[in-house]
């Protein structure tokens, strides 16, 4: 499905129904209107929280996938999820809260913050770390959703409808189709991710010390003859930062446009191993790789402060390894 179609002729791609309930796929009155905002990895989350929440109140999921982004202008991130077989419809303007959009948007959170959470029609975290809460909630109408909700328990229990959801339309050009199957191609292929931030955010959140030299070090004991796939928004400083020699890494380095992030996420995800950064990017890289037997090293959210967007709980799955 494409998002943004005309809806009167190409519907929702309808669902399989929530695990462990009946039902057609045929929508109520609910609505779960998902406000999509930040980079690629925060996107996937906003999406798959909404994606569940929607499904067991038997509810329509629409998209909100202008308000997110329209006063971004630091980052100057943009919506992404086009590259995603998502289900769900574009929000009209009115259901993404316009005319006047900032003023009644900070109206709601106000009145809503005043409410009990169960009676609440605009609905965010407030906590970084995994909010139960939100998986039991039961509604009649309709709810507005914004937040990041970066844990696999907002989701776990739809896995298998999420990845559906999340297949990435594979890129056409050549560069990208040739690095697939030299991935592919490789036994022990292992996607290492190299995050560089900017601005007030880099002395805090760039990953300090010897992290990658101990995520590689622990790469080369449990793997045989690893071969490592270098994936950064700043490759040549990354292949400096790691000081690789020999045949053992190819730099990922062609996917240097802004609106092709998804190329990016869509090699790393056909990687049987990681070594993530401290970033939802390189997180739903690992996940959606299918490899049964894959090893992921990521750092350890306890090792940052606690003003740091990594040190949140609940985000790392059972099974990855924290250096």
Not at 189 to 200: D, L, N, P, T
């Amino acid at each position: 499905m494409t998002l943004g179609r005309d809806m009167t002729t190409n519907g929702p791609r309808p669902w399989n129904g929530y695990p462990g309930r009946s039902g057609d796929g045929a929508y109520g009155k609910n609505k779960v209107i998902a406000r999509i905002k930040g980079g690629l990895g925060n996107q996937l989350f906003c999406y798959s929280a909404a994606r569940r929440l929607a499904i067991v109140n038997n509810a329509e999921l629409l998209i909100d996938d202008r308000s997110g982004f329209e006063r971004d202008l630091t980052y100057r991130r943009r919506y992404a999820l086009n590259h995603f077989d998502i289900a769900g419809r574009v929000a009209t303007p009115s259901e993404r809260c316009s005319p006047f959009e900032r003023y009644r948007r900070e109206f709601k959170k106000y009145t809503c913050r005043r409410q009990p959470f169960e009676r609440r029609s605009y609905i965010e975290p407030e906590t970084r770390s995994f909010e139960p809460r939100l998986l039991s909630l039961r509604f009649q109408g309709a709810r507005y959703l914004d937040g990041i909700w970066a844990s696999e328990s907002y989701f776990k229990d739809i896995e298998p409808i999420i990845r559906r959801d999340l297949a990435i339309k594979p890129p056409v050009d050549e560069a990208n189709r040739m690095m697939a199957a030299q991935i592919v191609g490789c036994e022990h292929s292992v996607a290492v991710h190299v995050r560089w931030y900017s601005g007030a955010r880099a002395e805090n959140d760039n990953i300090a010390g010897d992290y990658y030299e101990r995520a590689l070090a622990r790469a080369r004991a449990q793997l045989e003859q690893p071969h490592f796939f270098i994936f950064s928004d700043d490759p040549a400083a990354a292949a400096a930062r790691l000081s690789l020699r020999g045949r053992s890494y190819t730099l990922v380095a062609h996917n240097v446009a802004g609106d092709s992030a998804y190329a990016d996420l869509w090699l790393m995800s056909k990687c049987r191993h990681f070594i993530t950064a401290n970033s939802t990017f390189s997180w739903w890289g690992a996940w959606l790789s299918r490899y049964a037997d894959k090893l992921i090293i990521t750092p350890d959210p306890e090792l940052f402060d606690e003003q740091n967007p990594w040190r949140c709980g609940g985000l790392l799955p059972d099974g990855w390894t924290r250096l």
